[in-house]
């Protein structure tokens, strides 16, 4: 059973970022898409890549806040190469690169696995919440058209039982978790308990506000990146802030959904900017661009910090 879940976790999202990747592609013709490359500006896609670049380095180096309290320090350049190797390694197993990357540290640092990787997750936790706040304030920025959007296509009083029927739920799932002695419930509540746990261990840092700058830091750069993008296509000329947001959010859940955001890309970015009319071809197009760049920027650093790691601290050894 166990081998079967493993093989599933690897092959599902593959297959459907394959599904999707067809999908998308029999949308648009190939001479279509490469004409849309062709009339690319590579100008501002080479500063969204460098915005990309300045997020990495930025989480590299937040990293050592947290390895701190643990009594190491640690170097940055295997940070940073073991950042890169993550995102690359995240390409083939979906979120196997945490794993690599705190096994590289392990290996390179000293740093005891288990309490590198408890970094790595405490991270993980600041940066959902991160994506959380954009939401909520992308929400309180466009509540007026988020909700003339889906007044126009459902009924007042089923929006209200909808929402009504969400915070029931969400009541009644909280009084289950936390009285609950099933197996499966206490892993659940263990896991918000460890989030919880990670996102407090943030302020007894030395360096908190270095953490948080950072943090923030990094997904103003990924917003950036996103919207910088969009002025390499004419057709994407004065998209509205609120598509920036809306396109950023989707395809930031649909790196998870697949390989790397393989075919789930593209798409997520179609869905955000129909909302604001903006015609499916550019749409796919920008998503594809989008996603190649930073594809390609991943494989290229990637495979170069892989390759450099052992050579890098061979060096560190013999000096």
Do not use: C
Not at 149 to 171: C, D, H, N, P
């Amino acid at each position: 059973m166990k081998k079967t879940s493993s093989i599933l976790k690897i092959t599902l999202p593959l297959l459907i970022g394959l599904v999707l990747v067809w999908y998308s592609l029999s949308k648009i013709s190939i001479s279509e898409l490469i004409q849309y490359f062709k009339d690319a500006n590579y100008l501002w896609i080479g500063i969204g890549v460098s915005f990309g670049v300045l997020s990495h380095l930025s989480r590299a180096y937040r990293w050592l806040f947290m390895a701190e309290p643990l009594g190491y320090e640690p170097k940055f350049a295997n940070s940073l190469m073991s950042v890169y190797s993550a995102y690359l390694i995240n390409f083939t197993i979906p979120r196997a690169g945490e794993v690599a990357r705190a096994s590289i540290i392990t290996n390179y640092e000293g740093i005891p696995f288990e309490k590198t990787f408890g970094t790595i997750v405490a991270e993980r936790v600041a940066d959902t919440i991160m994506l959380l706040l954009i939401i909520l304030i992308t929400l309180g920025l466009e509540f007026e058209f988020i909700y003339q959007y889906f007044a126009e296509r459902f009924q007042l009083s089923t929006l209200i039982v909808g929402v009504l029927a969400l915070l029931v739920f969400a009541f009644f799932s909280f009084i289950f978790i936390k009285k609950s002695q099933s197996k499966f419930v206490l892993k659940i509540r263990s896991f918000i308990l460890g989030l919880i746990e990670g996102v407090l261990s943030i302020f007894k840092m030395k360096k908190k506000w270095a953490f948080i700058f950072h943090t923030i830091f990094i997904w103003v750069m990924y917003v950036l990146m996103f919207y910088i993008t969009t002025f390499a296509l004419a057709d994407l000329e004065g998209v509205s802030i609120a598509a920036i947001l809306i396109g950023f959010i989707l395809a930031s859940f649909s790196i998870a959904a697949t390989n790397g955001g393989i075919g789930s890309f593209p798409e997520a970015i179609v869905i955000a900017f129909a909302i604001f009319g903006i015609t499916e071809d550019p749409s796919r197009a920008f998503g594809w661009i989008m996603w190649s760049s930073q594809t390609l920027m991943i494989i290229v650093l990637g495979g170069i910090s892989l390759i450099y790691l052992p050579i890098y601290n061979r060096k560190q050894k013999e000096v």
